[in-house]
């Protein structure tokens, strides 16, 4: 998987707690030994993933990454050992799982605490054992993969609870790491203010405008509960209402009023959603979707969007442009649940 070169500099933030996380990927980058990554939704574990990888001896090999919580039961093993051609129903040639594809590199999980129970044991065969089976084949292939992990979720209850395999989480967590939430470090609101809004601003064809003293205090007072990927979508929310203007106090209290309406994470009670808001800001999908490729392809267009929305039937429908009935016709016809 090409990844655009993500290094340490590309870690922002001056407060003490984001100094540690600093000083934490130094030693790890160094080593192959596993890390798990634990933090709110939205902090930077898939930045600080590949910031890892791209600082490390394994920063020539592949990184590859996978959404844990997008890969339906049915899928598991063709997704991470591969499959032969003719292995089940639609397979009409051989895949590489992503083990293999990431053989000589990094594989993330994302979300590594959203695997079944079942899931958590098959994977933690082939990292015992370097080595995997494609579906349907005879062989074993070795493979030598460096694993990180993240998630949003506290393993060590979920460990009590019977919920995640003990063996695996000492396996994934010889290296442990806890980015903190946006709220406890609000001095590094501001320069990560100011990077997302040059980005977004280079990104939208918008002119080059500075960040007001008054724009920062208004940032740094909010709660963020989306934590920094909130603070990015926000200030890109924001210049886009805006039309590319001068992002005043004022114009971000109506850019937080207007996804208050959509009830998108701002710490405040949003305001009821009447039918006509809904229709103006999340319009209905195209109910003539049709899709020209092969059955094989569209399975593969629809599974990598239920991947990429994390299991969100409504948001996946959205995306592919589809109504949700019609969604939910084609994850029946194509096996990936219903």
Known sequence: ?????????????????MERVRDFVRKAARVYAP???????????????????GEGPRSRGPYEAVNCA????SLFESEFFGHQRGAFTGAAQGRRGLLEQANGGT?????????????QAKL?????????????????????????????RELVREMKAGQFRRDLFHRLSVLRCRLPPLRDRREDVAPLARRFLRDHQ???????????????????????????????????AA?????????????????????????????????????????????????????????EEERELIRRALARNRGNKSRTARDLGMARNTLRSRLRKYGLGG
């Open 1 to 17: 998987m090409a990844i655009p070169e993500t290094r340490l500099r590309d870690l922002l933030g001056s407060s003490p707690a």
């Open 35 to 53: 890390v798990i990554i634990v933090g709110e939704t939205g902090t930077g574990k898939s930045l600080l993933g590949r910031i890892i990888h």
């Open 70 to 73: 997008g890969i339906p039961e």
């Open 107 to 119: 594989l993330f999980l994302d979300e590594v605490g959203e695997l079944t129970v079942g899931q």
């Open 124 to 152: 933690l065969t082939a990292l015992e054992e370097g080595e995997v089976r494609r579906l349907g084949g005879e062989g074993v292939r070795r493979v030598d993969v460096r694993i990180l992990a993240a998630t949003s």
């Open 202 to 236: 280079r990104r939208h064809g918008f002119p080059e405008r500075p960040l007001p003293d008054g724009a920062r205090a208004f940032l740094e007072e909010m709660p963020w509960p989306g934590n920094v990927r909130e603070l990015s979508h926000f200030l890109e």
């Open 239 to 295: 210049l886009i209402l805006s039309g590319g203007a001068l992002l005043t106090p004022a114009r971000l209290g109506e850019t937080r009023t207007v996804l208050d309406l959509r009830g998108v994470e701002t710490g405040e009670p949003g305001r009821k959603q009447g039918p006509e808001v809904r229709a103006r800001l999340e319009p209905e999908p195209d109910r003539r979707y049709s899709f020209g490729g092969s059955p």
